[in-house]
């Protein structure tokens, strides 16, 4: 069965660059989410679209931008990176109010 | 705002033995769901749960949703060392944004 897909898998960059993360969430979802989590922490809500319109914002710094684009796949932007961005970033999609499937994430690490 | 408090933080056990780790959150909760993270790993969906007082089980995991939904336990009989990882209870409350506790992070010694 299909999975939600993140790209890149791994992330390297250095502080004050930009980044920006995709992902693919599984075919027919119509909700699709952004997490942050940081080591031994629990993943913190950043953003969500409901059928490409933004639906619900957490703590995502002024920094970070998102959008889900007509194709449903989503991207994370991140500008201005700080030491402190560096972390796991998991996208995840559902259908509704059904269970949530996570992405493998994409690990940024900022130097 | 709407909070998910999970406990405890760690869990260690002897394989064989039962686990039981509490979630409670601070407003009714309209679904919870439960997760695993094996270390590395991503959250993985284990279950969901949406009517008050309900009770599933998965082989010897068993999920049980409090009557004001407002808190959720798992336990898992018999330990094997493949439950090691983290387990995350997710809460729902309304719109679209899902609220995890902290985990609790589960140790098994063979």
């Known amino acids: 069965a299909a999975g939600v897909i993140q790209s890149p898998r791994h992330l390297i960059k250095e502080k004050r660059e930009t980044a920006t993360l995709k992902c693919y969430p599984i075919p027919r979802h119509d909700t699709v989410y952004w997490y942050q989590q940081g080591p031994g922490q629990d993943p913190q809500f950043l953003i969500s679209f409901y059928e490409k319109m933004q639906s619900d914002k957490g703590s995502i710094p002024d920094r970070f931008s998102a959008q889900q684009f007509s194709d449903y796949h989503s991207e994370l932007n991140m500008s201005s990176l700080e030491l402190g961005d560096s972390a796991l970033y998991f996208c995840?999609?559902?259908?509704?109010?059904?269970?949530?499937?996570f992405g493998q994430g994409t690990r940024l690490t900022v130097v | 705002g709407q909070q998910v408090m999970q406990i405890p933080q760690y869990q260690h056990v002897q394989e064989g033995e039962d686990f039981t780790t509490y979630c409670n959150s601070s407003?009714?909760?309209?679904?919870i769901q439960w997760y695993k993270q094996r270390p590395g790993g991503h959250p993985v969906f284990l279950i969901q749960?949406?009517?008050?007082?309900e009770v599933k089980k998965q082989k010897r995991l068993t999920f049980q949703f409090g009557e004001a939904k407002k808190n959720s336990s798992l336990h898992i009989t018999a330990t094997q060392t493949t439950d090691v990882g983290t387990y995350f209870c997710?809460?729902?409350?309304?719109?679209?944004?899902?609220?995890f506790g902290a985990g609790t992070r589960l140790f098994v010694k063979a």
């Open positions: 995840a999609s559902s259908s509704g109010a059904g269970a949530t499937f």
């Open positions: 407003t009714t909760l309209s679904n």
């Open positions: 749960l949406v009517k008050s007082g």
């Open positions: 997710a809460g729902m409350a309304g719109g679209f944004k899902t609220i």
